[in-house]
T-cell receptor, first 111, second 112 residues
Framework: KQEVTQIPAALSVPEGENLVLNCSFTDSAIYNLQWFRQDPGKGLTSLLLIQSSQREQTSGRLNASLDKSSGRSTLYIAASQPGDSATYLCVTNFGNEKLTFGTGTRLTIIP | DGGITQSPKYLFRKEGQNVTLSCEQNLNHDAMYWYRQDPGQGLRLIYYSQIVNDFQKGDIAEGYSVSREKKESFPLTVTSAQKNPTAFYLC???????????FGPGTRLTVL
């Protein structure tokens, strides 16, 4: 059974700093991995999708990497802003309907 | 504007009542999903549908029912058989089951 772990559960950093969020998963036979952000009381917003054949994806200040062999993914956020404060979720997909969600990292950017 | 809508945003139910949560998408996606989110836990799959008039149980289907009469719509009914229905419910859709999922804004259900 796939397990997705995100450590730490919460992180606070000053505005302007670069930061890395970590995700590890136990079964490397994934089809793709997706990073989402969730604001309090809101739905999930897709940030980046990395296919299993890819090593990284970039969108603006965000860069996600994938290392299937070690079962790890990172989400790098450059020049953090208060608007980046949210919970970030890592989700693995085996190419079926059964996504496995991490419990998230709650990020707070301190102005 | 393409996207997924859920209604209502907040829903209150008395014990013993059935309630139906709405989910509509105009993304022309074939697959639709219902998840439940509880504090401190990851999302759990309730039901999913890959095509009209077909749906499958997820990990926690007991006490829930769905229908998929139209491609755009996938309503979820929370029945009185669901023992602990208070939660945040999220609907999602994707072009196919292996592609990127897009989520709606959610419905918060509270049982009084």
């Amino acid at each position: 059974k796939q397990e997705v772990t995100q450590i730490p559960a919460a992180l606070s950093v000053p505005e302007g700093e670069n930061l890395v969020l970590n995700c590890s998963f136990t079964d490397s036979a994934i089809y793709n991995l997706q990073w989402f952000r969730q604001d309090p009381g809101k739905g999930l917003t897709s940030l980046l999708l990395i296919q299993s054949s890819q090593r990284e994806q970039t969108s603006g200040r965000l860069n996600a990497s994938l290392d299937k062999s070690s079962g790890r993914s990172t989400l790098y956020i450059a020049a953090s802003q208060p608007g980046d404060s949210a919970t970030y979720l890592c989700v693995t997909n085996f190419g079926n309907e059964k996504l496995t969600f991490g419990t998230g990292t709650r990020l707070t950017i301190i102005p | 504007d393409g996207g997924i809508t859920q209604s209502p945003k907040y829903l209150f139910r008395k014990e013993g009542q059935n309630v139906t949560l709405s989910c509509e998408q105009n993304l022309n996606h074939d697959a639709m999903y219902w998840y439940r989110q509880d504090p401190g836990q990851g999302l759990r799959l309730i039901y999913y549908s890959q095509i009209v008039n077909d749906f499958q149980k997820g990990d926690i289907a007991e006490g829930y029912s769905v229908s998929r009469e139209k491609k755009e719509s996938f309503p979820l009914t929370v029945t009185s058989a669901q023992k602990n229905p208070t939660a945040f419910y999220l609907c999602a859709s994707s072009m196919a089951r292996e592609t990127e999922q897009f989520f709606g804004p959610g419905t918060r259900l509270t049982v009084l």
